[in-house]
Each structure stands twice: as C-alpha cells, then as structure tokens.
C-alpha cells in the first residue's frame, strides 16, 4: 500500500517557477520499487500526463508541452518525487497529482494513467499573467 500526498502548489505570475513535492508513506524498499510520475487536470478535461520517472530516477519522460521547462526528480532515501516547474504559463494552470505504478520494471516510465495504481489527492496549481 502506497499513500501519496502532495504539496507545493499555489498561485504564480506567468514567467514564475515553482517546485512540487510527493512524500510517498510507504516502506523504503516499496517506494524504490515504483515508477513515479504526475499528471494534471483542468475541471471538464481528462487527466493529463505531464512527466514520469523511473525506480532508480535515471530515467525520464515528459509530455511535450513541459519539455525544457519541467524536471522530474526523486530522492529514494526520502520517499520523495519533485516537479521542477519553471517558465510556468497560464496554460499550466491546473490540479497537479502525484501518481506510483507499483508494478514497474526498472526501465518503466509509465505515461499513460492507467499504468499507475496510486494517487494523492493533488496540489492546486493556479498562473495569472
């Protein structure tokens, strides 16, 4: 079992950086066992997937939207996945989640929601410009 609780969010002027956090409570061992990744979601739209890592963190993968502006790392000795988010823009206004695929390969960095089996409940990301 795997719980997912993110923070970091708020609201930012179009140009601004911030910096998402996802403490995982889970076994040490577990959670380096996951591929983590995070996704966004606009009320009335499907969730989106924004970037994702694998279990060792030496491998990425980013939606083409945030490519250059967003940097997904972790910190296995925490239990802990971070989002980079720099450059932000309006577009980028949404609900942020942190997810964990339990059942990943080392290599896996899943980009398709149904390939992870936890979620926290998400961390509001609002840009005003």
């Known amino acids: 079992q795997v719980q997912l609780v993110e923070s970091g969010g708020g609201l930012v002027q179009a140009g601004g950086s911030l910096r998402l956090s996802c403490v995982a409570s889970a076994r040490t061992y577990t959670f380096n066992r996951c591929a983590m990744g995070w996704f966004r979601q606009v009320p009335g739209q499907d969730r989106e997937f924004v970037a994702a890592?694998?279990?060792?963190?030496?491998?990425?993968a980013y939606a083409d939207s945030v490519k250059g502006r967003f940097t997904i790392s972790r910190d296995n000795t925490k239990n802990t996945v971070y989002l980079n988010m720099n450059n932000l823009q309006r577009e980028d206004t949404a609900l942020y989640y942190c997810?964990?695929?339990?059942?990943?390969?080392?290599?896996?960095?899943?980009?398709?929601?149904?390939?992870?089996?936890?979620w926290g409940q998400g961390t509001q990301v609002t840009v005003f410009s």
């Open positions: 997810a964990a695929d339990a059942q990943a390969i080392v290599t896996t960095t899943p980009t398709t929601s149904r390939d992870y089996d936890y």
């Open positions: 890592i694998n279990r060792s963190g030496k491998d990425t």
